[in-house]
């Protein structure tokens, strides 16, 4: 079970920190990512992160604005999020699947948070 929480309204250029605490008992076999969809479009990898946390992978369009980690011991997956812009306004989804290996597809995500909405204002 993933809990995701953090999100809500920002002004452009502000920061958040996005939280998913994890219930697996064994967390670090896990790699975690972070998703998000905004109204009318698809479901978009914004990050991902091994078992380990020692490897990561961003999309692109972040232009390195997001950072994320985890807390293996708490079993908890985190997205800072800074300068954000209007067009980051979106449902973001915290996503393990169950190999320690990250992937950048939805479909390769086996368990799924409940999401936390980002609504940033220009």
């Known amino acids: 079970q993933l809990q995701a929480s953090g999100g809500g309204l920002v002004q452009a250029g502000g920061s958040l920190r996005l939280s998913c605490a994890a219930s697996a008992r064994l967390f670090s076999n896990y790699a975690m990512g972070w998703f998000r969809q905004a109204p009318g479009k698809e479901r978009e990898i914004v990050a991902s992160?091994?078992?380990?946390?020692?490897?990561?992978y961003y999309s692109d369009s972040l232009k390195g604005r997001f950072t994320i980690s985890r807390d293996n011991a708490k079993k908890t997956v985190y997205l800072q999020m800074n300068n954000l812009e209007p067009e980051d306004t979106a449902v973001y989804y915290c996503?393990?699947?169950?190999?320690?290996?990250?992937?950048?597809?939805?479909?390769?995500?086996?368990?799924w948070g409940q999401g936390t909405l980002v609504t940033v204002s220009s």
């Open positions: 996503a393990a699947r169950t190999t320690y290996l990250m992937a950048t597809m939805s479909t390769e995500y086996d368990y």
């Open positions: 992160i091994t078992g380990s946390g020692r490897v990561t």
